[in-house]
């Protein structure tokens, strides 16, 4: 099938890179056959606002929609919802759903996700211990957040701190518990991190960082956490938010190459050259790391990569190489990562003033390769942006430039 047009097109997985890809498709003017299989009843909505605003708004939450069924009608886009594929046949070129029928492509695209990592505990389990990544979940725990009840959160990262907050704007009581001796370990810097804590503390959340989990037990009057430290929590809810596991079973079943998510080369083309992968699921060598093999689990990656992978679906050639960038809103305040900030050796920080607060990483040879901020969405956004642009382009900008305040970034770019 490589390098022929394609007539029909199969995307698995209807989430954010899913539904891209197939509206990328049509707006690059395909006008084949696509057709998008997700395995959740609803049209492909926004999961962001999951551990926001369908949270905290006064109202039952709604999908915030990618593509409402109107607009997939519109766009002739089949959408499969709650539809489970078993296989790939890659020989037949055809995949097999639950209840046996089989829909044919000439090319496929595997936008499977990731899935909520699931706590090893005694006494843990699915009943009394959720997770948030579909719209149903966020409903269920939207229910348990009101004045007087008590929301332990597992895990000190992205989603636990938001849940925290959002806990809190319901009125919720909050203990967080993070086994590493700090919050947001593995993706934000420790100075960042720390002031992130310290909103926390602000505004009541209790954080116990450095402590394990010994086991968890629940009657019919709610739930206790034993820590390892001897310490019982006792709590009306548990959220784990420990973590996510790129959904590759499908891809392992086909006998596609798998690395830390299914593998795909700079056009997110798979070892089968008919079958491609985008968003969560998937890594891939990034070109600004030194072709490091990298897997994002970022709203904005999803969107990206669905747009380079309708283009390498239709036969194109485009390598992906956009800059990683990462944002959570938590209160008032935001924090926005552009780059991999591990890639950095040293780090120089600009101070924005209103509690703002920018870090730029360098590597050894001088170059940006990733940028940090927390504070207002006003006070860093634009900065973080401009960051993003000179990462881009590989940049080496003077080190003493970057820290004062008063040398816009944009002119270190246009230099």
């Known amino acids: 099938m490589r390098g022929s047009r ?12 899913g539904a891209r890809a197939a509206m990328a498709l049509r707006e690059q003017g395909f006008a084949g056959r696509v057709t998008i299989i997700g ?10 606002p ?26 002739a886009i089949t959408h499969r919802s709650d539809t489970r594929v078993l296989a790939i046949d890659r020989d037949a070129h055809r995949i097999e759903l639950a209840g046996g029928e089989r829909i044919a492509y000439d090319r496929l695209l595997l936008a499977t996700g990731a899935s909520a990592r699931r706590l090893s505990i005694d006494g843990a389990g699915p009943d009394n211990v959720q997770t948030l990544r579909t719209l149903d979940e966020a409903r269920a725990l939207r229910t348990r957040l009101r004045p007087g009840s008590h929301l332990a959160i597992l895990g000190g990262g992205f989603i636990g701190l938001e849940l925290a907050a959002a806990a809190r704007a319901r009125g919720a009581e909050v203990t967080l518990i993070e086994l590493a001796p700090r919050l947001l370990a593995r993706a934000v810097p420790a100075d960042l991190a720390a002031i992130i804590a310290r909103r926390h503390e602000a505004e009541g ?14 009657d019919s009057t709610g739930h206790v956490v034993s820590l390892s430290t001897g310490e019982r929590v006792v709590c009306d809810a548990i959220l784990a938010g420990i973590g996510a596991i790129p959904e590759t079973g499908l891809a392992e079943r086909a006998g596609l190459a798998i690395d830390n998510g299914i593998a795909v080369d700079e056009r997110l083309a798979t070892n089968d050259p008919d079958i491609f992968a985008a968003g969560d699921c998937c890594s891939f060598p990034h070109a600004l790391y030194g072709g490091r093999r ?33 944002w959570s809103d938590q209160y008032d305040i935001t924090l926005q990562i552009a780059g991999l900030a591990d890639e950095g050796s040293e780090t120089v920080t600009r101070e924005l003033g209103d509690d703002a607060r920018l870090d730029f990483h360098l590597a050894n040879d001088g170059r940006l390769v990733a940028a940090s901020a927390v504070g207002p969405n006003g006070k860093i956004a634009r900065d973080v942006r401009l960051a993003e642009m000179l990462i881009a382009r590989r940049a080496t900008p003077d080190r003493a430039a970057l820290a004062a305040p008063a040398v816009k970034l944009k002119g270190l770019l246009a230099g």
């Open 39 to 48: 395995d959740e009843p609803h049209a492909p909505y926004e999961r962001p």
């Open 294 to 326: 990298v897997r994002l689990e970022a709203w904005r990656n999803a969107q990206d990569q669905g747009n380079a992978a309708a283009t390498n679906l239709l036969g194109g050639s485009d390598a992906y190489e956009a800059v990683p960038w990462f």
């Open 6 to 17: 394609p007539e029909s097109i199969v995307v698995i997985g209807a989430g954010e890179a």
């Open 205 to 218: 959340v209790r954080l116990l960082t450095g402590t394990g989990i010994a086991s968890i037990e629940t």
């Open 50 to 75: 999951l551990s926001k605003a369908a949270l905290t708004d006064e109202v039952e939450p709604q999908a915030a929609f990618i593509l409402t069924p109107e607009r997939l009608a519109e766009h």
